[in-house]
């Protein structure tokens, strides 16, 4: 049984660097962890038995390192990254906890704002392409308001797709081959942020230079804090090709950002999302961008990564004992039948729930 | 196996006329499905294996029949009932379909409607007596604004307190023996609802002259539209002896009152629900107030109801696991243990999901 | 003062038949008006001086009209708009309230159903082009799931695409020059609604046949239900070339679908939607997607629809002022400046809050 | 009219050290402001013309401060107090921010925890006795759960109530003759926090020892956060003889806590929140616990706190308006009429909006 819940390298699990170094602050709390130097989170998703690794740039590399020291962490992180056998398939780039960015970066009034956050980014696609990402995901999670006294909201989609057509032209220049994968959030830690949600980047995209290079990378966490059904948005952006990219996590409707493990907030919502994946054939990377409870030490840490793809491969097993299921498929068999005056929703939404909680054939 | 999960009497599921009476009227659409006469209804919920019946006054007795018709209406309910071996645990007062309460019952300005609501009310008392009812639930759907021009909100809770202690006397003069469970409701049908959680009914219930025949009734889709935590208010109801009655069905925080199935918007929940209710050793009745999806016939409203008591036993034998398993009573053990670093909840956590979703030891 | 407010024809304020029409029916009580008849509401609308009327199909004609009733109809009802100067801006259709529909018109799972939502919007059509509508709106209220296990979410997205394209079909080959406006809806009357943001519609319609023939029409509450910042949807839909009509209302987040007047649950974010479409000059209509509270009669009806255009044209005036305001465009001039520490948008937002509490300069 | 707006002692406006003295960091980004020494915060909150000054033990005295420094701290805080004329009405104590405290306070599963949490509390309540506060206010944010696996709930709340319980009896031991104001929040830091409405607290203040010392401290965006009416809430507090303190600010429904300027997200709740306060005589302190945006200096600090101020006074001369106003009491007068059918309730609404908005008699 236990193998079968094994993570392997074709689950293509992956975590950030910043997810098992989470040091546990929060807004009404201080650090409760110590610093997880990155080849140390590199040995410890090794451990668990993940398959990458992502990072911010300064998740790596300190926002003010020398060239030289640059180089040096960076050199160690791929030998760390090479010893343990984890690959890098995402890099980002960190345009929110600097203070400079405090109004935005891409969409900020100040141009020189602007400015650097562009460099900043190409700099960090640098990084990734050094690291061998080919996906760059970009979440603006400083472009918004708590005043919209402060800026016209359509002059910020213009800035924005100015900021992506420029680092879309970069990536050609340079052929990184990047995939760029847009991560949209309703709000926190701005009042309100744009491009809410992944709906709105799939609006944006075709507006763009380039638009086959962007994509989005969903989170279940931020659609999930607007009350939003996460499987529909992700179909939609599967259904036009869009999906480059998916953060995992969990999130209960309503309440600040909370980056659950994976699947331990609503196990049902969980459930669709994983037989969807499965049942389309999605073979992108399974990034879990969470963290573990402030309650933890590193051995908890460690239970919270295991349980984030312990859970997926769970869920995953469920999906396909629903696909071969003899009475769930009797109902599916009949959905398209016409002029039905009672659909058998109740019933196949009740099998539903008994094959997750295991009481259909084994478990 | 089967066996394990089919509704006996000592399970005492009961469920209103209203739920497997719904007809899937919604604000946006019309009905769907034939009435269904009460004695259809409790012959209906003894062929599923529901132990009681409840009703508001209008679901039995139209608002304008007749002293004969009413008096034969309820004999031939009891038959019924007799008939059928369902019992009818709890009793309630329908002061929100009329449009004469749009602008509330207890609490609407015009006194002439206060004090129909109250002789309304008391005369579903005798109702509720005369079938046997021992539990007298008050839901105050319509005690709220759109607009808190209209009224001092102080005043409606005079107003709401005057009423209970009237009705308290009524039962007291009457030899009724009624405990009352006062339901919250956070909004919907009106824009704010007065007492909008339990926990508010639980700091009125200390004002009223007669607090210890007052207790609550909370529903768990009531506490979720708020996004608030269920078993939390189910607790503190509990350990102040004022757990009368509970409402059971699920609910996506931050919407509409979905009335769904039990356990089929949250299986986690709803099991942290379970447990502690099975605990505890509540031994009131398990109501369920919930109805079949509006694509549903009578056959789906079988399934419907059979599937919230069986994912009630489901869960309570989840429980039972839950308290046996070693791993995770080993975790138990330590909670307490002083000084302790990391405390261990990702794995507590994690084990408390695969006893849910059957992956440990049988399922 | 009081002629600063009155509404004029060039302001385009427009009303559906559903609005003032309402009943006050909701899920938990039954309606509170009489039926008021098309040409009566248009009468009424005239009368508190609205410019337009919208309907769907069935708000004017019977499901089951004769075509000989359904020409009587709709000749009176153009009569009754002429006699009163009332044009017909948008044109819509009902695919929610007949039991038919019960799940979903061009995503339910039965094809019957889909091919006759066609029908029905082709008819829907006719009778838009006959009352000289150019814009018609579809909301897919009914598109969408109580349980996911019903239909794969992608396919949904097809279906739908299928549809949009044989209605764009359809306009073209009659030359009917419709704009389609797409309305999205997180949930209610579904659990959840396919394309539940603005921003999954402006996703949706690049991947259409027609895609020019094809915009949205943002509605306040059906965003802010899902907590959404609703002036940053509409200015994402203004910059893309899509903003073709709109749906105004006031909603609270978080709840069910309220339908308030305009502006009166929150005047800030109404003042900053007032403040966008006159500063960008939208120049469609102004539609009012509302309706009276429960508590009214039809003199409220009238207070109601009065106010929604009254609140529209005090915050127009209000915007003005704050264009106007010395003190506030000496900020604004500064917001651009580089290197700036503190960026003064606290004092910002106060003077905008002044200026719409009405304490600077007239009022 | 600047003299109309302008803050007097009289109106009791006060703040905590902590929210001028917030520094910006949120749990994305890195704080924005130097530290503001105790004493300068005492400067900058007369310099706008607060009255009072509230704090946590740590706000002032380092947690790990000699009793020698203490002393010193404390000494040169009350003579900047009063060298500035500000009092201090309230003090309270920080069980958050410590990581000893990430598994609660006086709920924690380890009883060193609690026992710590009450020696802490106890110190606070000395410092706060010795600056002279009446009101002692007590938030739980640790008191709470992300998987209640952890602890039984009714568990905590007995926990709870014996922390409570020995507060009081400390305070009349010491004769410090403290009001205790329970402030509830649904979630944040924790993913459910117990007590989680003002309500919960209104129903667990009954059960205490003391239940005469003890009320609450109903705060905007904690109720806010759950979409309840908060006016509602503080409605049932007062008249219930509790409301010993209010925490003034405002909230977007649904979202992670915002502490926004007080009327800043929402004019018409804060409207009907201050009209009440001022109807009923409220006469404690108004305080504000909110915070300046990120995107501001010291000044905008400055701005920020005028601001709360500000807007309180404008509500309150629109309050009196309302009060005054023929139109609007010509209605009030006929609430109460019997068997009306329209209740007005619309053009009430409206006239209110009218006042609020500033276009009905003068602004």
Known sequence: MADLYAPKPEHK????????????????????????????????????????????????VPIDASPADRDRIVKEFKAACQQHGLVVPMATVNLFYDAVFRDGAFTANDAGVRTFALQKTKSA??????????????????????????RRPDEAVKRLREAVNALCEYSIDRKYGFKFALEAKPNEPRGDIYMATTG???????????????????????????????????AQAWEAGKLFHIDLNDQVPG?????????????????????????????????????????????GVRDFARGCMRTYLILRERARQWNADPDIQALVAGLGTQGRRGLGYERLDQLTMEVLLGVRGGG
């Open 13 to 60: 699990f992956s975590f950030g660097l910043w997810t098992v170094g989470n040091r546990g602050r929060d807004p009404f709390g201080d650090v409760v962890r110590d610093p997880l130097p990155p080849v140390d989170a590199v040995a410890l998703l090794a451990e668990v038995g993940a398959w990458g690794v992502n990072l911010h740039d300064n998740d790596l």
């Open 200 to 234: 709105a980047y799939l609006g944006f995209i075709p507006t763009l230079a380039h638009p086959e290079l962007v994509g989005v990378n969903p989170e279940v966490a931020h659609e999930q804090m607007a009350g939003l059904n996460f499987v529909h948005a992700v």
């Open 125 to 150: 696609m640098d990084l990734g392409a050094e690291l061998g990402a080919k996906i760059f995901v970009l979440w603006g999670g400083r472009e918004g308001t708590e005043t919209d006294a402060c």
């Open 255 to 299: 309440r600040y950002d909370q980056d659950f493990r994976f699947g331990s907030a609503n196990p049902k919502s969980a459930f669709f999302l994983v037989k969807f994946l499965e049942d389309v054939g999605y073979d992108g990377p399974r990034h879990f961008d969470a963290h573990a409870y402030r309650t933890e030490d590193y051995d």
